[in-house]
């Protein structure tokens, strides 16, 4: 399969060295004619550094009330169609413990920039969550080093945060009164303060270019990111991108797959985005790359609030462990943190 050209010269380099450089991974993304072999290399890397099981993240969509307005999410600040809701402490651990008494260990509490939740209050939840033996993760966006560090001691364990594009004029346009340069501060931050810190990028954002994605894979080799999410963009028919293209699974598979091949021990979701652009997605994301899947544990009222794009694809536990069986996978049963190898 692997015979001698350019191209596959580039993919066996990557599965080799762990290292591409910015127009080489330019030059994979422009074309389609070795997808097979790059996602097949991000397959077989992915076994060699991570093994066959694939974590389950289960969900907690805890609040949409957001003081951001980025141009993409269907819960941004201006989006005024959208109803808010904040779930109460007793509905947050209610959730975590029914996931938890499931067999996830791992609870993710996401939400909007909502300060309603201070420091304070957040790390009630989770030292209360902690208590059972889970990891608890954050996505709650951007907060002070001192948050951070207080939610750290409270407990948490990782903490999500998307760099979203690390192209500086895209990422203004996108993200009024945010700035990349915080961002990037927020992540190192994270890092510094322990956390595992997971990052990510959009894939199709308006004028987006491939060498903005090539960098931002660099980047999050640079950070040495401890997980990474990749998704493909989504419109949203109450945000100004409602009438934007989005919608690239290819694309956002190809990106994937190249994070697998170079940074080849972190964990990777197979992302609703993309199981809601494609049938069958997460598993095409999973045997290209990806070996953490995050199903929502929400609760069905508040899940259908969350609309950061429209039709957000749902998992059905059995149907899942049956097909992930099917092609060789198992649940993991421990925490799922990141063993360090590379
Ligand atoms: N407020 C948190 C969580 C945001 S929601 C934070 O700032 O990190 C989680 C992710 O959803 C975002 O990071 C973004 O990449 C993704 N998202 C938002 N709108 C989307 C859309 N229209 N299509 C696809 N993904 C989207």
Do not use: W
Not at 239 to 259: I, R
């Amino acid at each position: 399969m692997f015979y001698n050209s350019p191209m596959n010269n580039i993919i066996q380099k990557a599965m080799q060295y762990h290292s591409l450089s910015k127009s080489e991974i330019v030059s994979i993304l422009s074309t389609n004619d070795y997808d097979n072999e790059l996602f097949t290399a991000a397959d077989s890397v992915r076994k060699e550094f991570v093994g066959d099981a694939v974590y389950l993240r289960g969900l907690v969509e805890f609040t949409n009330f957001c003081r951001c307005n980025c141009l993409y999410c269907g819960i941004r600040a201006e989006n005024n169609d959208t109803l808010r809701y904040r779930m109460s402490e007793s509905e947050i651990l209610s959730v975590a413990k029914q996931a938890i008494a499931f067999g996830y260990k791992t609870i993710v509490l996401q939400g909007g920039e909502d300060c309603f939740f201070s420091a304070k209050y957040l790390g009630e939840i989770i030292k209360k969550i902690k208590q059972y033996d889970v990891a608890v993760t954050l996505s709650i966006g951007e907060r002070s080093f001192e948050d951070y560090d207080y939610l750290k001691n409270c407990g948490a364990d990782r903490f999500l945060l998307r760099i979203e594009t690390t192209d500086e004029d895209l990422y203004k346009k996108m993200h009024p009164n945010m700035s990349l340069e915080n961002r990037k501060q927020c992540l190192y931050n994270l890092k510094k303060l322990g956390y595992e810190t997971g990052t990510g990028c959009l894939v199709g954002l308006p004028n987006q270019t491939l060498e903005s994605l090539a960098s931002d894979i660099l980047f999050f080799k640079e950070l040495d990111a401890d997980m990474i999410g990749i998704g493909p963009f989504i419109p949203h028919p109450n945000t100004p991108l409602k009438n934007v293209e989005g919608n690239n699974f290819l694309l956002s598979l190809k990106v994937m797959a190249l994070t697998r091949l170079l940074l080849p021990d972190i964990n990777i979701p197979a992302t609703t985005a993309m199981e809601t652009l494609y049938p069958k997605g997460r598993m095409i994301a999973l045997q290209s790359g990806a070996n953490v899947v995050m199903p929502n544990v929400t609760d069905s009222i508040h899940k259908k609030m969350y609309e950061i794009y429209p039709n957000k694809a749902s998992v059905d536990y059995s149907e899942l462990k049956q097909t992930l069986n099917s092609i060789g996978r198992t649940i993991g049963i421990d925490k799922g943190f990141r063993k360090k190898k590379y």
